[in-house]
């Protein structure tokens, strides 16, 4: 079991930055791909960033490819999306997710339905 909290969210400027933290309870959190999603409204939910569990893998989002970055630190239990030059299009919930538990190298999938917990989402709001 694997609870997740995001925070670090908040309203921004368009081209300013915001970091978003991911919190897991759960002393097996190293062993899960971890992915970051997002849902505007009236949206689907989209995939934005991936990471394998030892962070050595990565994946993005064409939207998301040159300005935000996934990283984790699995001493902390905690997952990051940093987001820079943001664009009132990032106005969102954004969502971390877990998959697993595996060893495999490769870095969350893009499907939602490939993750078996979720957080409750915290709200990023850029203004132009």
């Known amino acids: 079991q694997v609870q997740l909290v995001e925070s670090g969210g908040g309203l921004a400027q368009a081209g300013g930055s915001l970091t978003l933290s991911c919190a897991a309870s759960?002393?097996?959190?190293?062993?899960?791909?971890m992915g970051w999603f997002r849902q505007a409204p009236g949206k689907e939910r989209d995939f934005v960033a991936g990471?394998?569990?030892?962070?050595?893998?990565?994946d993005y989002a064409d939207s998301a490819k040159g300005r935000f970055t996934i990283s984790r630190d699995n001493r902390k239990n905690t997952v990051y999306l940093q987001m820079n030059n943001l664009e009132p299009e990032d106005t969102a919930v954004y969502y971390c997710?877990?998959?697993?538990?595996?060893?495999?190298?490769?870095?969350?999938?893009?499907?939602?339905?490939?993750?078996?917990?979720w957080g409750q989402g915290t709200q990023v709001t850029v203004s132009s």
């Open positions: 997710a877990a998959d697993g538990p595996n060893w495999g190298t490769r870095p969350g999938p893009q499907e939602s339905q490939s993750y078996d917990y």
């Open positions: 759960g002393r097996t959190f190293s062993r899960y791909a």
């Open positions: 990471i394998s569990w030892s962070g050595s893998n990565t």
